[in-house]
């Protein structure tokens, strides 16, 4: 091997930062599904993303992906319309009339206004039940009329290309011999399928052939893009990739960033609901992003039961964050604030807790949703009404917890 051809090994990708306003944008198939599981003010964030790259002539989707997209469409439909009928619509139950449960409800003084009410809940119940199986049969009509495909149908027609026969037996060859020595990406992550098993390789045929440095936006976070740890979350891309890409196109940077890496990078002014909604705990903090914050410090705001000590109150709120910090993002050790609470002139009582170089950049608003969920019926109890993060935290004094 020459100089030239060791190159390759010492290359030092550029950011995605420096590459963003002139690389070419290609996205997975994964990015155009997620469309289907966003709100709507993500979904109009993304689209409105992808209509700017696409008329300014710089996104590129592979015929496979469209393909891929295509094929999964009809089954994420399938999905949420069992979704309303198994969580929702079968869970609608219509109560027992109170005078059967309470044979004696005329003698008590109340009787017409408990009847009353029971004939207006009654009214509700068949509205909402009524209002639910119209629901699921508007979603039916997905499969023939989908606003999602509708409003992606221009970018996809304007995006779609490919440079490759699928079905050549050189290219299928070529791809065998890549997922016989395991060779990303195609390192036996889909060797089990019996279709669609070379479809990373496709699609990343179609990324060789751009003759530009090229922003790969994916939530396909499995060992054939991304290295992974040992319990299967993404490190950083694949440095293969990245020197394959080097040495076939002179040089340039192939950056394989998360979907809400790449909106974080375009549109800084996002709101933290729509970067919630589309991490979905699955924020990749990667080579090609700017140096992850070394700290990251929550206030949580709550209020104190009046029936609650100090000690029993904070032995259970710092129960549900240490589990909710090492089960949903792997922290083993945080600092909170010394004493435990400030007391506002709002009324309110603030905690602080501080992690120190996180793996990975935790969202206040997921952290809320996730404390609420691991509280259930106790966050009444614990009174947590926001999680807020904040940057100066210069008069706060901590113990680790």
């Known amino acids: 091997m020459d100089k030239e051809g060791m190159q390759k090994y010492f290359f030092t990708p550029r950011l995605m930062e420096e590459i963003i306003n002139t690389a070419t944008i290609v996205v997975d198939t994964t990015v155009l599904l997620s469309a289907y599981q966003w709100k709507e003010a993500a979904f109009k964030e993304v689209l409105e993303v992808l209509k700017r790259a696409s008329e300014n002539k710089r996104l590129k989707i592979p015929a496979h992906v469209l393909e891929e997209f295509m094929d999964q ?5 399938q999905g ?15 109560p027992n009339k109170l005078s059967s449960t309470i044979p004696l409800l005329g003698l008590l003084s109340k009787h ?3 009847i009353k009410l029971e004939e207006k809940y009654l009214s509700s119940y068949k509205s909402y039940r009524s209002k639910i199986e119209e629901l699921s049969s508007e979603m039916r009509g997905f499969f023939q009329k989908d606003p999602v495909l509708d409003s992606l149908k221009p970018i996809l027609e304007a995006a779609c290309f490919t440079t490759i026969v699928k079905h050549s037996k050189e290219l299928n060859d070529e791809a065998e011999n890549r997922l016989a020595k395991k060779k990303p990406p195609l390192t036996g992550g889909d060797s089990g399928k019996k279709e669609n098993k070379y479809g990373d390789y496709y699609i990343w045929k179609d990324i060789l052939s751009l003759k530009n440095d090229v922003i790969f936006v994916s939530t396909d976070f499995k060992e054939d893009w991304y290295y992974l740890d040992s319990k299967k979350k993404p490190l950083s891309p694949r440095r293969e990739l990245i020197e394959e890409f ?10 394989i960033v998360s979907l809400t890496d790449y909106i974080k990078a375009i549109e800084p002014s996002t709101s933290e609901e729509i970067i919630s909604d589309l991490s979905a705990n699955q924020i990749v903090n990667n080579f090609f ?3 992850r914050k ?18 029993t109150f904070y032995r259970g709120l710092l129960s549900e964050i240490q589990t909710v910090l090492y089960f949903s993002y792997d922290v083993r050790s945080f600092e909170i604030s010394v004493p435990y609470l400030n007391v506002h002139s709002n009324g309110c009582e603030y905690t602080y807790i501080k992690i120190n170089n996180p793996d990975r950049e935790i969202n206040p608003l997921d952290l809320l949703s996730h404390i609420k ?6 966050n009444e109890l614990y009174g947590i009404s926001n999680i807020k993060e904040i940057e100066n935290d210069d008069n706060i004094r901590y113990k680790i917890y």
């Not at 949420?80 to 219509?94: L, P």
């Not at 969920?373 to 106790?378: F, H, I, M, N």
């Open 112 to 114: 017409d206004e408990y």
């Open 373 to 378: 969920e691991s509280a259930r019926g106790l």
């Open 246 to 255: 080097y040495e076939l196109n002179g040089g340039r940077t192939c950056c």
């Open 289 to 291: 992003t700017r140096n």
């Open 294 to 311: 070394n700290k990251q410090v929550f206030e949580i705001e709550h209020f104190m039961p009046e029936y609650s000590d100090d000690e």
């Open 80 to 94: 949420a319309i069992e979704r309303i009928n198994t969580d929702i619509y079968s869970k609608i139950q219509k």
């Open 73 to 77: 469409r009809p089954k994420l439909i």
